[in-house]
C-alpha cells in the first residue's frame, strides 16, 4: 500500500565507495524528484524526471546521476561518494498537470564514514 | 525565481494552547503553496494546500492556513496543539510551470510541552 517507498532507509558506507538508492511510487504520477535534506534539515531539489524525461538537474556534482527506467521508478546513483553526501534523501512524486502537491518517500538516511 | 522564509525556527508552546506559524514567499508569477510535516525520523506529510479559490484552506489534524496575496504570506495556524503536533513544519512553494519543483522554507520545530 506504500505509495512511494525508498530503499534502502539507512545507508552506512565508506569514503570512495558507489552506491544507489532506488524508489517506487504506485500512484500513477508522471512526476518524480529527488530531495535532498541537510543537517540543518534544509530541504533542496536535486532532480525531475517527467515521463522518464529529466527535466530538472539542479547544481548537483557529477557523481549523481539518476535513472528512470520508467514512469514507476527513479533511481539516484551516487559515485565516490564523500563525507559531505552525508544527508537525508527523499524521493516525491506528483501528477503536475492535474494536482502539483508533492507526495514523499520516507527518506534514506546516507552516512558516508 | 521563487523563495520561501519561515520567520520562527523553534516554536514552544504548551499543550491545549493556539499555535501560528509563518511563512512568506517571494515570486514574480502566480504560485502554488504547501505546508509539511515532518514527524522524526519520518519522510513529509502534506498537511494543506493552496491552489486557487477560497484563501482560507483547511487541513488535517486540525490545521488551517491562510494565503494573502498582498501580503505574500501563508500562515499555518492550529487552535489547540496536542503533543502529539511536535515535529517540523515546511512550508513550500511552488510557481506555475512545466516542472513544479518545490522550494521550502527552512523549516520551524514546534515543540508541545505539556
Known sequence: ?113 | AQSVTQLDSQVPVFEEAPVELRCNYSSSVSVYLFWYVQYPNQGLQLLLKYLSGSTLVKGINGFEAEFNKSQTSFHLRKPSVHISDTAEYFCAVTEFSNDYKLSFGAGTTVTVRA
Not at chain 1, 15 to 29: R, T
Not at chain 1, 38 to 56: A, P, Q, T, V
Not at chain 1, 60 to 85: M, T
Request: positive net charge; contains cysteine.
Open chain 1, 1 to 113: 500500500d506504500t505509495a512511494v517507498s525508498q530503499t534502502p532507509k539507512y545507508l552506512v558506507t565508506q569514503m570512495g565507495n558507489d552506491k544507489s538508492i532506488k524508489c517506487e511510487q504506485n500512484l500513477g504520477h508522471d512526476t518524480m524528484y529527488w530531495y535532498k535534506q541537510d543537517s540543518k534539515k534544509f530541504l533542496k531539489i536535486m532532480f525531475s524526471y517527467n515521463n522518464k524525461e529529466l527535466i530538472i538537474n539542479e547544481t548537483v556534482p557529477n557523481r549523481f546521476s539518476p535513472k528512470s527506467p520508467d514512469k514507476a521508478h527513479l533511481n539516484l546513483h551516487i559515485n565516490s561518494l564523500e563525507l559531505g553526501d552525508s544527508a537525508v534523501y527523499f524521493c516525491a512524486s506528483s501528477r503536475v498537470r492535474e494536482s502539483p502537491e508533492a507526495f514523499f518517500g520516507q527518506g534514506t538516511r546516507l552516512t558516508v564514514v
